[in-house]
C-alpha cells in the first residue's frame, strides 16, 4: 500500500509512519518530491485493512491507498516520479536518449575496438557485446566466456563507454560483475528467478529484455520486481520483439512499440528498444529504431559489426558501420520531435 503524506508533513511525521510500518515487519520505500509517499511493501491481506485505518486517520496523512497490482516498487503508484539509472557517464530514462551499440557477440579484440571506436564516435553511449551467447543450438558459437569480458573491459579502457554483456548464469553473476557496468538479462531467461534474485543482489544496474514463456506486460513487471525486491533499484526494461505469426523468412520477431507507452503509464522505469533482435533484418532496424524515439523509448539497443556477413551470430541483423552512421545523423532530428535529444 502506499501512504500520501500532506504537503508539510514534518520529518517525524514522517518517521512516525516508517516505524510503525516496519515495526509490523513490513518493507518501506520512500519518494515524492513535493509530496512524501511512502510505499509499504509487501503488506499481507489480514494486516491491510487495519493498518489502512490507522495510518489512515492521522491528521498529516492525507491518504492511504492498496497497491492491488501484483508488482509493487515497479509500478508507478509506488514511486511517481520517473527512475532515472546511471551506468557509467550515461544516465538512462532522462532527457538524453540512451544509445547502445556493438557487436551481438565479442569475436575478438579487433572487432570491438574497432567497432567501439565507430559506434562512440557516431554517438553511442554504451558498448554492447557477447561474451555468453544463449544460442537456440549447442553446437553454434557460445560465447568466449570470461575472455570475451576481458576483451570488453579493455574497449572501455580504450575508448571511454560504459559495457553491458548478459549473464546467462546465476553462478556467473559475481564474475560478470567483475568486468561490466550493466547486466543484461537475455529474453530467454525473464523469468528465470533465480538468475533474476541473484542479480537482484548485485550491484550493478540490470537491463531486462521481455521474453520468456509468457512475455506479457504484468510477466515481466514482475519480474522486474523479483530483481528491485532483492535491493537492486537500477532496473532498465528492454522491449526486443516476440515470435511472429508467421514470415520468419522475412522478419525475425514482431516488435512491440505498443509496449514503450503502455509499461510507462504502470511502471517509473526507463524502457529501452532494440530494434535488431525486434525485426532480425538490418534493413528494417532504422525505421523500428526512430519509431521507437516517437513512441517514447529512453533509448536503444542496436547490434553493430565491421562484417556483418561474416558475423559469428545475429550477422542479419547487424548494421555495418555506414548504415550505423547514417541511423545516427538522422536520429536527432527524431528526437527533437519526441522532445528527447541524443
Ligand atoms: C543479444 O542481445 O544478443 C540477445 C541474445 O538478445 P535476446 O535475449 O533479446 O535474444
Ligand atoms: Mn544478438
Not at 313 to 330: I, N, T
Request: proline share 6%; hydrophobic share 40%; aromatic share 4%.
Amino acid at each position: 500500500m502506499i501512504i500520501i503524506l500532506k504537503q508539510g508533513a514534518t520529518e517525524e511525521e514522517k518517521q512516525h509512519i516508517i516505524d510503525r510500518v516496519k515495526e509490523m515487519g513490513y518493507g518501506v520505500n520512500v519518494s515524492g518530491v513535493a509530496q512524501t509517499v511512502i510505499g509499504a511493501i509487501g503488506v499481507l491481506q489480514k494486516d491491510r485493512d487495519g493498518l489502512m485505518e490507522q495510518l489512515g486517520a492521522l491528521p498529516y496523512v492525507e491518504r492511504v491507498v492498496p497497491v492491488l497490482k501484483r508488482y509493487k516498487l515497479a509500478s508507478i503508484e509506488f514511486h511517481p516520479e520517473r527512475t532515472t539509472v546511471s551506468v557509467g557517464d550515461c544516465v538512462i530514462g532522462g532527457e538524453r536518449l540512451a544509445i547502445m551499440a556493438g557487436p551481438c557477440s565479442v569475436e575478438s579484440e579487433d572487432q570491438v575496438l574497432a567497432t567501439a571506436r565507430v559506434v562512440r564516435e557516431a554517438g553511442a553511449t554504451i558498448l554492447r557485446g557477447g561474451a555468453y551467447k544463449p544460442r537456440t543450438s549447442p553446437y553454434e558459437f557460445q560465447g568466449f566466456g570470461e575472455d570475451g569480458l576481458k576483451i570488453l573491459a579493455a574497449a572501455r579502457d580504450a575508448c571511454g563507454l560504459a559495457i553491458v554483456t548478459e549473464v546467462l548464469d546465476p553462478h556467473d553473476v559475481d564474475l560478470v560483475c567483475r568486468y561490466a557496468d550493466m547486466l543484461q538479462i537475455g529474453a530467454r531467461n525473464m523469468q528465470n528467478y533465480t538468475l533474476l534474485r541473484e542479480v537482484g543482489k548485485a550491484r550493478k544496474p540490470v537491463l531486462l529484455k521481455r521474453g520468456g514463456m509468457y512475455p506479457t506486460i504484468e510477466n515481466w513487471l514482475l519480474s522486474a520486481e523479483y530483481v528491485l525486491a532483492e535491493g537492486n533499484r537500477d532496473v532498465v526494461l528492454c522491449e526486443r520483439g516476440l515470435p511472429p505469426y508467421g514470415d520468419t523468412n522475412l522478419r525475425r520477431n514482431v516488435l512491440d512499440l505498443t509496449a514503450v507507452p503502455l509499461v510507462k503509464e504502470l511502471s517509473h522505469l526507463p524502457v529501452i528498444v532494440d530494434p535488431s533482435h525486434g525485426t532480425g533484418k538490418a534493413n528494417l532496424v532504422p525505421a523500428l529504431a526512430r519509431a521507437a524515439i516517437i513512441v517514447g523509448a529512453d533509448g536503444l539497443m542496436v547490434e553493430v559489426h565491421p562484417e556483418p556477413e561474416l558475423a559469428w551470430s545475429d550477422g542479419p541483423q547487424s548494421l555495418d558501420f555506414p548504415a550505423f552512421q547514417a541511423m545516427m545523423r538522422d536520429l536527432p532530428r527524431v528526437a527533437q520531435t519526441a522532445g528527447r535529444r541524443l
